[in-house]
């Protein structure tokens, strides 16, 4: 294994994937075909914002 451990880097690479992932959902909702579609989505997206908030917190030294 050439690659040395940096959870640092790990880390980086999670917040693209979710920033990714929140902005697909972002879209989806943008044509969400009933309010029911449009509640899950939110609540999806609110649990990324969630997740992408303490992501970014434990990159802040």
Known sequence: ????????????????RVEVELKELLKKRGSAGTD?????????IGELEGRLKR???KLVP
């Open 55 to 57: 992501l970014r917190a």
């Open 1 to 16: 294994m050439s690659e040395e451990y940096n959870p640092e880097a790990q880390t980086l690479e999670e917040v693209e």
């Open 36 to 44: 029911k579609d449009r509640q899950v989505l939110d609540r999806q």
